[in-house]
């Protein structure tokens, strides 16, 4: 993971950090966790300028990528064409930048909010990048799991059995009590455009009379639910269905939402609640990790690559039971 840097971005972030509210924390997590860009280069730096640059690689990561130059962001003020990359962080001195922060799709700050806009990264206390939920104490039926406050673009949720079983009574009617919860959560504060990706086992090899014939969920149906879930000024999203033949997910329990900036892991499924507001999974809580973490990134992108081929032979065998948007660029929601 990246972050980009203007310059009165870094000067503020290099005074100010030893003396904010968590910032050590965060100091020590951009020195040793995430990439640098600066938005300038080093000859634009006066005397005082260039020794708080010396200061700050004191101590700095020998494996971490910097990078330098004004052409990484694309025009100024910015425009949702101006950003490289999906899920990095912005800190920018640009007259645009409280727009996209209400837009909820990157994670940005302007000069003065450095510190407060990458402390979102580190999720726990004690720089811990690892939290757990439990349920009845964090989650409830009432209090449904969101994207710790988080940004989005795309999001993806694997699970080979969230849409098994009949319409009444199995997790396909569970459905709007469980998924469409979460949709419902980290839409409320989005007012830009985004993109939900389901990827789940089907089982069409057999004979339809067969009792382990599924072909999944109605695609068009579960998507305009899905879809319906926006509300205000936050566009209706993209929603992309997947149906994996049977054997090819391989972990039973193999279960992950991921976000641009998060993962979550679930030990036994996504359909934790009952329609009545029961508790029905059997997990006493699930996990979240931060990609700022540079070991739960590279673990990550091993994820999304094997998930990228999985959709790609999905859709070129059996494309009758999967729902892709006329137009979306797969290659574009795998973009990190």
Known sequence: MKVFFDKPNFIQFSLSVNKSEGGKDVLRMV???????????????????SILLEEFFDGVNEDKEFTYGEDAIQGRPLTRNSFPSKSAIYLLDDENVYRFQDEYSLLIGPVGEEVQTLKKLII?????????????DDITFERFIDLLSLPFSVVFIIDRYLFKGPEIGGNIGLAECNIEKFVKNVLSNKKSP???????????????ENQDYDEGP???????????????????PE?????????????????HIISD???????????YFFSNGQKKTASLGIDFYSLAYRDNMKSNQVLL???????????????????WPEGLDINALFEQ
């Open 124 to 136: 726990n206390s004690d720089y811990q990048f690892h939290r757990q939920k439990l349920f009845g």
């Open 239 to 255: 929603v992309v269905l997947i149906g994996v033949q049977s054997g090819i997910i391989e972990d039973e329990h193999d279960r």
């Open 261 to 271: 900036y998060l993962k979550i892991k679930s030990g036994d499924s996504f359909v």
């Open 305 to 323: 690559s094997k998930l990228k081929k999985m959709i790609y032979v999905s859709l070129e065998s059996y494309p009758q039971f999967s729902r």
């Open 218 to 236: 109605n695609l068009e149906v579960l998507a305009r639910r899905i879809r319906s879930n926006a509300r205000g000024n936050c566009p209706r």
């Open 194 to 208: 985004s993109t939900f990706v389901f990827v789940y086992q089907i089982n069409t090899r057999l004979a339809r």
């Open 31 to 49: 020195k040793n966790q995430l990439d640098i860009h600066f938005n300038f280069s080093q000859v634009d730096l006066n005397e005082e300028e």
